[in-house]
Nanobody, 124 residues
């Protein structure tokens, strides 16, 4: 099993940037594909970005392409989400998740392991 802890959320003005981190403990993070999801108030959880086990394959939701970048450093058991050009529509709780799958899944049920989430609030 793997335990995940997110950090880096906060309040930022529109147009600003934040970098989220996801620290993994337990089984080595290199055994898992990983992803970021988010859930805004009153909305369903949605896929944001995902990365495969060795970090050479990534996928993004259309809404964040060109603005967000997912990366990982397996030696540090850490995954990142660099978020630029933030808008109020990006306001949500952001969750990191881990999957035993080989590829990069975009559906929540493909990820058995989840962190507790970190709040990102973008003011206009």
């Amino acid at each position: 099993q793997v335990q995940l802890v997110e950090s880096g959320g906060g309040l930022v003005q529109a147009g600003g940037s934040l970098r989220l981190s996801c620290a993994a403990s337990g089984r080595t993070v290199g055994s898992y594909a990983m992803g970021w999801f988010r859930q805004a108030p009153g909305k369903e959880r949605e896929f944001v970005a995902g990365i495969n086990r060795i970090g050479v394959s990534t996928r993004y939701a259309d809404s964040v392409k060109g603005r967000f970048t997912i990366s990982r450093v397996n030696a540090q058991n850490t995954m990142y989400l660099q978020m630029n050009s933030l808008s109020p529509e990006d306001t949500a709780v952001y969750y990191c998740a881990a999957s035993s799958g080989v590829g990069v899944g975009t559906l929540g049920y493909e990820y058995p392991y989840w962190g507790q989430g970190t709040q990102v609030t973008v003011s206009s």
